[in-house]
C-alpha cells in the first residue's frame, strides 16, 4: 500500500513589482530549475535519474532537512485484528511551477514483508483479512513531524496540524536574505501566502483487501478504475482522502492510475490557489481566468513531457500510455477554468473563508475537494 500526504501551497507574492523578495531561482516551473538545491529544503532531483517513488515532476526538491520524522510510525492498520505494521517514509518532496501553486508531497508504503507475514497465517487459519482505510488515513494524517525551519526554530505537531510551520518554512527558503528583515513572514504570509488543508491519496492493491467504507463518494468504476473519496476523521474538513483500489500488484502503478493520481493532486493544488487568490490581498491585481488557464497548461504540459526514468521500461511505457490518454481526453483548459470558477463561486467563498494567516475553514476544504472531484470525473470522461 502506498499514501501520499499532500500540502498545496499559494504564492501570490509574483504580482508584487518586488515580488516581496522571492527568489528567482530556483527557476521554478522552467524546463532546467538552474539551481542544484532549495535553500533549508534539501537537493533539487532531475526525475530521469531518480527510480524513487510515484514521480510525477520532471524535477523536484528533496525536503529531508527540514521536515523530519522523530520516530518510526507504526500503525494498525486492520479492521480485522490488532496486529501493527511500519509505515516507512518513501519521500519527502516540495514542488512549485513557478506561477502561484505548489505542494509538499510525503510519500509512505505499509511494510510488505509484514503485510505478507499477516496474510500467511491468516490463511493458515483460515481467517479473513481487511485492511481500514479510514484508520490508515486517520494514522497517517496524525503523523508527528519534527520541522526544522531556517529561523532556528525546531517545532513537532502531527502533520494535519503543521500547516503555518510548512507555510513559514517555505517562505523562509524561497525569500532573499536581504529582504527577510523587510518583510515580515507572518504578514507577508497573511497576504500572499498560504498553506491549505492536507489531503492524502492511497493506493491499495490485492495483498491489502479493504473493508467496507461506509461513508464513501465514488469518482471511477470503470475501465479498471476504481477511485473513490473519504474522510479520515483526523480534522472537520470533510472527505480528505482519494482511494484508488487497485486490481495490480505493489509496483504495476498503471497509467490511468498514475494520470488519475497526478490530476486530482494538481487540481487540488490548483484549487486552493484559486480559493486563495478570491480571499488575498491579491485579489484585483491580475484576472482569475487567464491565471488558471495558465496552471492547467501547465500542468497538461508537465505530464505530456515527463521525461522517463532511464533504463525503465516499465515507467518510458507508463509515461508513453499517459501522454497517449491525455491526447485522446483532448483536454480544454479554458473550459476547466471555467469549470473551476463555476463551482467555487466567488459568493459562497468569500462568505466561508476566513482570512486568519490565509488558511481555508472547513466548509470552503469540502467545497474545494468536491470540485477536484467533479473536475478529475468529467476529465476521466472527456467531458472538458
Known amino acids: 500500500m502506498f499514501l501520499s500526504l499532500n500540502f498545496p501551497i499559494a504564492d501570490f507574492r509574483g504580482v508584487r513589482q518586488d515580488r516581496a523578495g522571492r527568489l528567482a531561482l530556483p527557476a521554478w516551473g522552467a524546463a532546467d530549475p538552474r539551481a542544484t538545491f532549495a535553500r533549508g529544503f534539501g537537493q533539487i532531483h532531475m526525475r530521469a535519474k531518480s527510480g524513487v517513488g510515484y514521480i510525477g515532476e520532471n524535477y523536484f526538491a528533496d525536503c529531508q532537512k527540514f521536515i523530519r520524522y522523530p520516530e518510526l510510525k507504526f500503525i494498525s492498520p486492520l479492521a480485522t485484528a490488532p496486529d501493527k505494521v511500519l509505515m516507512y517514509p518513501v519521500?519527502?518532496?516540495?514542488?512549485?511551477?513557478?506561477?502561484?501553486?505548489?505542494?509538499?508531497?510525503?510519500?509512505?508504503?505499509?511494510?510488505?514483508?509484514?503485510?505478507d507475514h499477516i496474510n500467511t497465517i491468516a490463511e493458515m487459519r483460515g481467517h479473513l483479512v481487511r485492511y481500514d482505510a479510514v484508520a490508515i488515513a486517520n494514522q497517517t494524517l496524525k503523523t508527528d513531524l519534527e520541522l526544522h525551519?531556517?529561523?532556528?526554530?525546531?517545532?513537532?505537531?502531527?502533520?494535519?496540524?503543521?500547516r503555518e510551520l510548512l507555510r513559514d518554512g517555505y517562505l523562509l527558503s524561497s525569500t532573499?536574505?536581504?529582504?527577510?528583515?523587510?518583510?515580515?513572514?507572518?504578514?507577508?504570509?497573511?497576504k500572499y501566502v498560504g498553506v491549505g488543508s492536507p489531503f492524502l491519496v492511497i493506493r491499495s492493491t490485492p495483498q491489502t483487501p479493504l473493508s467496507e467504507v461506509k461513508h464513501r463518494r465514488q469518482i471511477f468504476n470503470s475501465d479498471g478504475l476504481s477511485a473513490f473519496v473519504l474522510s479520515s476523521g483526523?480534522?472537520?474538513q470533510g472527505f480528505d482522502t482519494l482511494l484508488i483500489d487497485s486490481s495490480e500488484q505493489w509496483n504495476d502503478e498503471t497509467a490511468q492510475e498514475r494520470l488519475a493520481r497526478i490530476v486530482y493532486t494538481q487540481l487540488r493544488v490548483i484549487l486552493f490557489g484559486y480559493q486563495f487568490y478570491l480571499s488575498s490581498a491579491a485579489n484585483g491585481n491580475l484576472s482569475?481566468?487567464?491565471?488558471?488557464?495558465?496552471?492547467?497548461?501547465?500542468?497538461?504540459?508537465?505530464?505530456?513531457?515527463?521525461?522517463?526514468i532511464i533504463k525503465d521500461e516499465a515507467d518510458e511505457r507508463t509515461c508513453r500510455t499517459m501522454r497517449e490518454l491525455l491526447k485522446s481526453l483532448d483536454l480544454?483548459?479554458?473550459?476547466?477554468?471555467?469549470?473551476i470558477e463555476q463551482t467555487l463561486r466567488t459568493g459562497f467563498l468569500r462568505r466561508a473563508l476566513g482570512k486568519v494567516f490565509g488558511f481555508i475553514n472547513s466548509k470552503t476544504d469540502v467545497a474545494i475537494e468536491a470540485a477536484a472531484s467533479t473536475i478529475t470525473?468529467?476529465?476521466?470522461?472527456?467531458?472538458?
Open 91 to 115: 519521500y519527502r518532496r516540495f514542488f512549485f511551477d513557478g506561477d502561484f501553486c505548489g505542494r509538499y508531497e510525503l510519500g509512505f508504503r505499509l511494510n510488505g514483508p509484514t503485510i
Open 234 to 236: 483526523a480534522s472537520s
Open 176 to 190: 532573499k536574505n536581504s529582504a527577510l528583515s523587510e518583510y515580515d513572514i507572518t504578514d507577508v504570509g497573511s
Open 288 to 308: 482569475s481566468r487567464p491565471m488558471l488557464e495558465r496552471a492547467i497548461s501547465g500542468l497538461v504540459n508537465r505530464i505530456q513531457t515527463l521525461t522517463p
Open 377 to 384: 470525473e468529467k476529465v476521466f470522461e472527456g467531458r472538458l
Open 332 to 339: 480544454n483548459p479554458e473550459a476547466i477554468a471555467r469549470e
Open 149 to 162: 525551519l531556517l529561523d532556528g526554530r525546531v517545532q513537532q505537531d502531527e502533520a494535519w496540524k503543521t
